[in-house]
T-cell receptor
């Protein structure tokens, strides 16, 4: 099993460009989520999904869209990138999304918006 | 509110020293879970331990041990005989109640540097 796979690992965008960060898991997990990690801010939850077709907002959802058409994939879309979205992005999954479940993380995507 | 305080922003030790990372939490839940994660310089997040509020036994895993004290709302992490490979940021996640699902949040963590 590959676990949680994120692509790309690095990305540079210009302000106003759009792009999609990919996240896939092969553990048949129902729950998937996206975090961003900024210096001095810890990890903050952007969006999450408790199953295919169901998504919800986390702590910092503005500027990001998500969809969950399959159990395996949970892409994060930046519609019009801004310098404030320069960050490291992590995708994470857990079996059912229940309290106390271990979160499995991808290796991260480092995004720079110029 | 669910909150955790890791008062030590940065710790620097010399190899083979023991080191304790403090974690004090606040919660209104009677049932909750606590987590520690590690983020080495390579950047990935690695699960270390999960503890539920009903189990107050201390846990030891090799050189790692955790001291959970409900009376003082603390869940401290000790590394015995530290090694350079232990250098990482360590996150104690805020208490996770039943209604929170898997929506863990993480503060800034404690940056541990182990020098040779």
């Amino acid at each position: 099993n590959a676990g949680v796979t994120q692509t790309p690992k690095f990305q540079v965008l210009k302000t106003g460009q759009s792009m999609t960060l990919q996240c896939a898991q092969d553990m048949n997990h129902e729950y998937m989520s996206w975090y961003r990690q900024d210096p001095g801010m810890g990890l903050r939850l952007i969006h999450y999904s408790v199953g295919a077709g169901i998504t919800d907002q986390g702590e910092v959802p503005n500027g990001y869209n998500v969809s969950r058409s399959t159990t395996e994939d949970f892409p994060l879309r930046l519609l019009s990138a801004a310098p404030s979205q320069t960050s490291v992005y992590f995708c994470a999954s857990s079996a059912t999304g229940g309290a106390g479940e271990k979160l499995f993380f991808g290796s991260g995507t480092q995004l720079s918006v110029l | 509110a669910q909150k955790v305080t890791q008062a030590q922003t940065e710790i620097s030790v010399v190899e083979k020293e023991d080191v304790t990372l403090d974690c004090v939490y606040e919660t209104r839940d009677t049932t909750y879970y606590l987590f520690w994660y590690k983020q080495p310089p390579s950047g990935e997040l690695v699960f270390l331990i999960r503890r539920n509020s009903f189990d107050e036994q201390n846990e030891i895993s090799g050189r790692y041990s955790w001291n959970f004290q409900k009376s003082t709302s603390s869940f401290n992490f000790t590394i015995t005989a530290s090694q350079v490979v232990d250098s990482a940021v360590y996150f104690c996640a805020p208490p996770h109640g039943e209604t929170s699902g898997s929506r863990l949040t993480f503060g800034e963590g404690t940056q541990l540097t182990v020098n040779p």
